[in-house]
């Protein structure tokens, strides 16, 4: 059985965004049955979940004596196993592989700036005067990607694959800096899939049972 970390419990504002969701979601599209390990305050640093995970995040995967962290590369283990997530034929296979890192190397970063401007650093002058560079090229990366993503209903055309999931996943994080038409639709799109449904339920279910 695959088993999954994930916390009991988190703030809020971080609930549906954990990044074990992108975990939880590639096991729904794969048809993969998991457990979870949750995880108290804390037990992140202890020093037996460091030996696995050396930055005391979530999540990482354990499967028949095999530990993986990231979830970049969790979901693209995931993936290994299903068409759902990476096509056999070599080319789209590739193109999917690229699109997940495009979202977790292009894209991600400058969202989480300016989140962490936001959540953290909100009533401090340098954070202040940092945003508004830090939001316009947050979407000016964004524009790029809407460009890219033109009237497909996916990156790579009409197939989901990994790719979209782990760019969903990024362009949740801060809805408000997603305001391009052709953005929302396709991020109303994949999170209409049941099985993100099923993922999204599963960890605010967890946090339900710990409040």
């Known amino acids: 059985m695959i088993t999954i970390s994930a916390f009991r419990w988190v703030p809020p504002f ?7 969701l992108r975990v939880r ?37 354990e499967e028949d004596g095999r530990v993986l962290f990231e979830s ?9 196993r299903t068409e759902n997530l990476l096509p056999k034929d070599a080319g789209a ?32 002058e340098w954070a202040k005067l940092r945003r508004p560079s830090a939001v316009e090229f947050a979407r000016h990366r964004l524009s790029c990607l809407a460009k890219a993503l033109g009237d497909k209903p996916h990156l790579d055309g009409e197939r989901f694959t990994a790719g979209d999931l782990m760019m969903t996943t990024v362009l949740r994080i801060l809805p408000e800096l ?13 999170t209409a899939r049941p099985a993100f449904k099923r993922a999204l339920d599963a960890q605010l279910s967890d946090f339900r049972a710990a409040a």
Not at 72 to 80: F, P, R, S
Not at 178 to 190: D, S
Request: hydrophobic share 45%.
């Open 25 to 61: 979601w590639a096991l729904e599209e794969a048809g993969l049955p998991y457990r979870t390990r949750l995880l108290e305050q804390g037990d992140q640093d202890k020093p037996d979940y460091r030996a696995l995970q050396p930055f005391g995040q979530v999540p990482i995967l």
């Open 93 to 124: 296979r590739a193109r999917a592989m690229q699109w997940l890192i495009a979202a977790l190397n292009s894209i991600e970063p400058h969202i989480m700036n300016v989140a962490v401007l936001g959540l953290f650093y909100a009533d401090q």
């Open 178 to 190: 997603v305001v391009e038409p052709r953005l929302v639709a396709y991020v109303e799109r994949c």
């Open 14 to 20: 971080a609930q549906g965004q954990v990044r074990d």
């Open 72 to 80: 970049g590369a969790i979901v693209l283990h995931i993936g290994e």
